[in-house]
């Protein structure tokens, strides 16, 4: 079944909304006369959202952590917006550190909060999608959801995690008429490189050529990244109205450099092994 462009005005709820492409999509999303129930951790940020477009931009605090208050959240926004037309996966944060370095707790909660939100948030609001036969999903992964770099392999573990389960309830999800789509952006000029980046507690010199300096280039990049979240949110306004959007979609010069070229190494290497796979067949 395919979906006819959503009639305006929309319904969002969009998870982190106090900042970065979160704040910017919301923006987006109020200015063209959308309706946004947006998810803050404070209760100051809640406020402040709630003023920007008052009976129109409704401010939610919540722990995405707390899969109990996910589902109160949910239901609350249904219950205010009349219906849940898009839901967008935004909230998260960057773990910076090798795989050795981090800790079983740090790693558990980058997966908590990257991964298992996400999940909590599309199981509470699917049930009213399927009744409807309609609704969009926009979960927001990365470049590094799809390419691993020295000092983010739990990051990028945690959106390889969210684009495996998104691929696979994509499909589930067509015969319904819901879509999901991957947003898989590059570096861009938000806040993820300062207040919602983590950084492993140790550290193991003899990684510094390779995590350490991984560190050092994403710190000098901070700030100057090619990406402007409000061309990205703009982008993501575009992949919602669009009736047959992609699985995924790679925003910014440089995710789609990384990406192609990975894909390329990758196919170079199946081929060339492609008898020895082969071999194992009887």
Not at 37 to 58: L, N, Y
Not at 166 to 182: C, D, F, N, V
Request: without cysteine; negative net charge.
């Amino acid at each position: 079944m395919d979906q006819p462009t959503p009639a305006h005005p929309v319904r969002w709820l969009i998870t982190g909304v106090s900042s970065g492409l979160g704040r910017a999509l919301a923006e987006a999303a109020l200015r063209r006369g959308d309706h946004v129930a947006g998810t803050v951790r404070s209760e100051a940020a809640r406020a402040a959202f709630t003023a920007i477009a008052p009976g129109r931009s409704i401010g939610m605090t919540l722990e995405i952590t707390d899969h109990h208050a996910v589902r109160s959240v949910v239901v609350a926004a249904e219950a205010e917006l009349g219906r849940i037309d898009i839901l967008v996966n935004n909230a998260g944060y960057g773990l910076v550190g090798g795989v050795e370095e981090a800790s079983m707790a740090e790693i558990r909660a980058q997966f908590e909060v990257n991964l298992f939100g996400p999940v909590a948030l599309m199981q509470a609001a699917l049930p009213a999608m399927r009744a409807r036969r309609a609704g969009r999903i926009l979960n927001v992964s990365s470049v590094s959801g799809l390419v691993g770099w020295p000092s983010l392999g739990i990051y990028s573990g945690s959106k390889f995690a969210l684009e495996g389960i998104s691929e696979t309830l994509a499909l589930e999800l067509a015969p319904l008429g819901i879509k999901l789509t991957l947003i898989e952006p590059g570096g861009l000029r938000t806040d993820f490189a300062g207040r919602s980046r983590t950084n492993t507690a140790r550290r193991i010199a003899e990684y510094d050529a390779t995590v350490g300096e991984s560190r050092r280039i994403l710190a000098a990049h901070a700030g100057h990244e090619t990406g402007s979240p409000e061309k990205a949110a703009e982008a993501m306004l575009a992949i919602a109205d669009h009736p047959s959007p992609p699985l995924r979609i790679l925003l910014g010069s440089d995710a789609l450099g990384y990406v192609t070229g990975k894909f390329a190494a990758e196919s170079e290497a199946v081929a060339e092994w492609a008898s020895f796979s082969r071999s194992i067949d009887s």
